[in-house]
């Protein structure tokens, strides 16, 4: 009893050593939300390819016997091989020709002096006796491309304001699903929300990747971020965060908006929803989805609501709502109206309350039931053929009223 801890330690480290299978080439890889698009070479894949996704990059290739891919793929290379096994637990190991290995019941058949012999696969170390021979060793090296499951990534999209400036903070969350480290090099991430999963090109992959200088470019409607040239290690089943361009922005315009519908029996008090609404226009090149809202007071991010941004692009200005306004509060009343038939002419009034001890911008939106024919009143402007506008400011703690006449026809 004395002997088995040491016994156990050389069996763990011996095991250990001999089993752990050797570091490949860093891969090229493409990675997409749902899956990734894998460059390596064809002599040991480093991750699982999904089924009819396997593209020999030259012509003339030799064939692939080895798609297998899991931890037990050095017991797979020792079949038809003298091996010796060690119990991982106790004082026990067998020596012969490894024969079969059957990955649904985890065991492994072993042939000793003859006698096959059925062993459970996870109780033991696998210690290989012989040197491969010439004719045995690995089909020449050539590229490959394939889709797997096991590499993708989420984007993680926030907008911070603070006072007069929006911060776009954009990073990448690279999930590694698989039971290996994945090691990288002038890889890319590509942003696509297609329904069906799609191969991507190669060749425009390989322009991406070439890219010296990292920045998110858009290239045939797709949007693709390169990863640069340094080598990049995601840990086994694990998640890293990686930065992507961020840029700064100033706030051109923050007002409190409400919309609405009027109809034909509209009467009485209408209480307004007032919404905070931003307004800025993007610095940098950015990427499409959904984005956290934050206010930022001192060292603290208050949240917001979240938005969704179908276009990211260099000088496109943006107009964002981030949260129900809790300063501006107001109705609209009917006072007056010709007919509850169209033509009418209608008499409005619209009152706007500031809680706050500050000026703030406000914005009634308006669509009637009706072609507006004639506007009248102040700070009133016509959007369309049926919606107007009330917009202007109110001062801090204070109460303001206005009236304007519509005049509508069918």
């Known amino acids: 009893m004395k002997k088995q801890p040491s016994y156990l330690c050389i069996g763990i480290l011996l095991g250990t050593a001999l089993v752990q299978p050797t570091f490949a080439a860093p891969i090229h890889a493409v990675i997409g939300l749902n899956n990734s698009q894998i460059v390596e070479s064809s002599q040991q894949l480093s991750?699982?390819?999904?089924?009819?996704?396997?593209?020999?990059?030259?012509?003339?290739?030799?064939?692939?016997?080895?798609?297998?891919?899991?931890?037990?793929?050095?017991?797979?290379?020792?079949?038809?091989?003298?091996?010796?096994?060690?119990?991982?637990?106790?004082?026990?190991?067998?020596?012969?020709?490894?024969?079969?290995?059957?990955?649904?019941?985890r065991s492994f058949l072993l042939t000793i002096n003859n006698r096959p012999t059925t062993l459970p696969l996870d109780d033991?170390?696998?210690?290989?006796?012989?040197?491969?021979?010439?004719?045995?060793?690995?089909?020449?090296?050539?590229p490959?491309?394939?889709?797997?499951?096991?590499?993708?990534?989420?984007?993680?999209?926030?907008?911070?304001?603070?006072?007069?400036r929006v911060f776009v903070s954009q990073q990448a969350l690279l999930h590694n699903h698989s039971s290996t480290t994945i090691k990288m090099q002038d890889s890319l991430l590509h942003y696509?929300?297609?329904?069906?999963?799609?191969?991507?090109?190669?060749?425009?992959?390989?322009?991406?990747?070439?890219?010296?200088q990292p920045e998110i470019s858009y290239q045939d409607n797709e949007v693709s971020?390169?990863?640069?040239?340094?080598?990049?290690?995601?840990?086994?089943?694990?998640?890293?965060?990686?930065?992507?361009?961020?840029?700064?922005?100033?706030?051109?315009?923050?007002?409190?908006?409400?919309?609405?519908?009027?109809?034909?029996?509209?009467?009485?008090?209408?209480?307004?929803?007032?919404y905070n609404s931003v307004s800025f226009t993007f610095k940098k090149e950015g990427l499409p989805g959904e984005y956290n809202t934050f206010w930022k007071r001192e060292n603290l991010l208050i949240p917001g609501?979240?938005?969704?941004?179908?276009?990211?692009?260099?000088?496109?200005?943006?107009?964002?709502?981030?949260?129900?306004?809790?300063?501006?509060?107001?109705?609209?009343?009917?006072?007056?109206?010709?007919?509850?038939?169209?033509?009418?002419?209608?008499?409005w009034q619209v009152t706007i309350e500031n809680h706050s001890n500050k000026i703030q911008n406000y914005s009634v939106e308006q669509s009637t039931n009706g072609i507006i024919e004639v506007l009248e009143g102040n700070d009133v402007t016509k959007v369309n053929a049926n919606r107007l506008r009330i917009a202007g400011k109110i001062k801090a703690n204070s109460k303001k009223t206005l009236t304007y006449k519509i005049e509508l026809k069918n």
């Open 47 to 105: 991750l699982t390819p999904n089924p009819g996704t396997l593209i020999p990059l030259e012509e003339n290739f030799s064939p692939i016997t080895h798609l297998q891919n899991s931890l037990n793929t050095n017991w797979f290379d020792e079949i038809g091989r003298k091996i010796r096994v060690e119990h991982k637990q106790r004082e026990l190991n067998y020596t012969g020709t490894l024969t079969k290995i059957e990955q649904d019941t």
């Open 124 to 142: 033991f170390y696998l210690i290989p006796l012989e040197q491969p021979d010439i004719k045995d060793s690995p089909t020449p090296s050539y």
């Open 144 to 164: 490959v491309s394939y889709q797997t499951n096991q590499l993708s990534w989420t984007p993680q999209l926030s907008l911070i304001f603070d006072n007069d």
């Open 192 to 212: 696509s929300r297609g329904s069906t999963p799609q191969r991507f090109k190669v060749e425009r992959s390989s322009l991406a990747m070439s890219d010296s």
């Open 225 to 274: 971020y390169s990863l640069g040239h340094n080598l990049l290690s995601i840990a086994p089943y694990s998640n890293t965060l990686y930065p992507l361009p961020s840029s700064n922005s100033k706030v051109d315009r923050q007002s409190h908006t409400a919309n609405l519908y009027t109809h034909n029996n509209s009467s009485g008090r209408i209480d307004l929803s007032f």
């Open 305 to 347: 609501n979240k938005v969704m941004l179908n276009t990211v692009r260099t000088g496109y200005p943006l107009n964002v709502i981030t949260n129900k306004s809790q300063d501006i509060t107001g109705y609209l009343t009917l006072e007056n109206a010709s007919s509850q038939k169209l033509p009418s002419t209608q008499v």
